[in-house]
């Protein structure tokens, strides 16, 4: 799953996974931001399949992108 990540003007950085609407998270650093982004996808995409709704077609679990 591809990782956006940018650093907003305040100094946070917001890292986004486009393929599930939603998860998003901030972080005091890029590092922190990409950890939380991550922890949060793998817990939607474990609600998702207890309750046999479909997640993403992965072809790796997670690439960050520029």
Do not use: C, Q
């Not at 940018?6 to 986004?16: H, L, T, V």
């Not at 931001?33 to 479909?54: F, P, T, W």
């Amino acid at each position: 799953m591809r990782i956006e990540i940018e650093k907003e003007n305040d100094g946070r950085w917001i890292a986004e996974i486009p393929d599930l609407p939603g998860v998003m998270k901030y972080g005091k650093t890029r590092e922190e931001a990409i950890a939380k982004v991550e922890a949060l996808a793998l817990r939607v995409m474990a609600d998702r399949l207890e309750h046999g709704e479909s997640i993403p077609e992965l072809t790796e679990v997670f690439a960050v992108s520029a």
